[in-house]
């Protein structure tokens, strides 16, 4: 039987364990999914060694990047993000073979694609790790402009007590990358002014649990288009089983 799992810490929130083990038993496919709760990265190796049948791993928060060392190969995607969220795992003339994607940019770009209109060509990313990295490239793909926002802003970003009247008018796309607002913690979200936040903005949380977050919610409440990150996530499952199975 092949083995498939998910690397994080926590993953008390995780989908992809019930999403791939329902496609096998659904498919009759031989394999399982489980869960790889490391509270280090530096417990990676233990996994591989005591999994000698696991073919695939999926990577979410916080080791998305840190992973990275692990790897023999990088696909474009995730060398150009800096971020992997897919890992496939090969036997090479007898030793292990890990090659890194990142499924995220895919997922991320085909849901929010359909939303977009043509006045909104400026987008905020809260946050800025792993999955920020690939939202980013992946507005790049689609022609917007994107400037991250970070409680620690570096250069070129901007801090929360920076997003200004005149900025929320300018950037009419907002994604949240941030863990804040994520199942327990549901009563909070992003410190913006949410009052200057209107109907030609469009705010899209990468978080699915709860379905609509504090931060959905506010911005639904001032007519603005919302989408949570559910679908997302479906699609790059999908896509990341494609890359567990290709040849590239």
């Known amino acids: 039987m092949e083995k498939y799992g998910l690397v994080g810490y926590p993953l008390g929130h995780s989908f992809s364990r019930d999403f791939f083990n329902e496609k096998f038993a659904n498919e009759k ?20 060694a005591e999994n000698t049948n696991l073919r695939g791993l999926n990577v979410t ?16 995607d995730a060398r150009r993000i800096g971020a992997v969220n897919v890992v496939r795992i090969t036997n090479h003339k007898g030793k292990l073979y890990l090659k890194g994607f990142n499924s995220d940019i895919i997922g991320f770009t085909r849901s929010i694609e359909p939303l977009l ?19 980013y490239h992946g507005l790049q793909k689609l022609g917007l402009e994107s400037t991250f926002v ?16 005149e900025i929320i008018a300018e950037y009419k796309v907002i994604v949240n990358c941030t863990p804040v607002g994520m199942f327990p913690h549901t009563n909070e979200c992003p410190d913006l002014p949410y009052e200057f936040i209107g109907s030609d903005h469009l705010l899209y949380d990468l978080i699915y649990n709860p379905e609509e977050t504090l931060f959905l919610k506010k911005g639904r409440e001032q007519g603005t ?22 040849e590239d």
């Open 29 to 48: 496919i031989d394999a399982e999914f489980v869960n790889f709760e490391i509270p280090s990265i530096d417990s990676f190796p233990d996994i591989l």
């Open 61 to 76: 928060i916080p080791y998305k990047e840190k992973i990275i060392s692990y790897m023999d190969e990088l696909n474009e």
């Open 117 to 135: 209109t043509p006045t909104q060509r400026k987008a905020l990313i809260l946050g800025s790790g792993g999955a920020s990295k690939a939202v």
């Open 150 to 165: 970070s409680r620690h802003p570096q250069k070129d970003m901007l801090s929360y007590d920076q997003l200004y009247p």
């Open 225 to 246: 288009i919302i989408k949570n990150g559910l679908e997302m996530l479906l699609l790059q499952a999908y896509a990341g089983w494609d890359y567990w199975h290709s």
